[in-house]
């Protein structure tokens, strides 16, 4: 039972993970690190040291199992930008948990689709909000229509953000 509750869990993150990382060790990576830390909030792990950044050596993270004390070493996925970072662990965390009628953070789809997508939707106005909350809540741009007036390229911000 818990192989199938694992399979679901990475079945549902396994999106995100594409969308950070193109290789499978980076993904693999990046699936270890975001599990370990959302253990720690959720109070099966507590993280023990976080060391090499400040060096300006590779990141490693060490965390405790608190049930069987165990500590385990993890690096900071390389994939990973640190700007993104708090938004990527929230997202794996609503993924994982399979919370019900969740959306993506704005900062988070906007982060992901803002250039390629909602800058150039025809639905990018307030006005189409509707739009917008279906496409974070699918994680991604499902109500993409490319408006043939938009010019294509950042809008500066997130104020005119299109669907999503």
């Known amino acids: 039972m818990v192989y199938k509750a694992t399979q679901d869990v990475v079945r549902r993150v396994m999106p995100l993970l594409e969308r950070m990382a193109t290789r499978t060790i980076d993904r693999a990576r990046l699936l270890q690190y975001l599990s370990a830390r959302a253990g720690v909030d959720w109070g099966v792990l507590e993280l023990v040291s ?28 390389a994939c990973l930008p640190d700007e993104v970072e708090p938004l990527v662990r929230e997202e794996y965390k609503r993924l994982a948990a399979d919370w019900p009628l969740s959306l993506m953070a704005e900062p988070l789809f906007a982060y992901f689709f803002q250039a390629e997508y909602c800058d150039r939707c025809r639905w990018r106005s307030e006005a189409h909000a509707q739009f917008h909350r279906e496409c974070r809540f699918a994680g991604h741009p ?12 950042p809008s500066g911000g997130l104020l005119a953000l299109g669907p999503g």
Request: hydrophobic share 30%; glycine share 12%; aromatic share 8%.
């Open 142 to 153: 499902v109500n993409f229509e490319p408006d043939p007036t938009a010019e294509a390229g």
């Open 50 to 77: 976080d060391t090499g950044a400040d060096a300006g050596g590779e990141r490693e993270l060490v965390f405790r199992d608190r049930g069987t004390r165990a500590e385990h070493a993890i690096r900071y996925p």
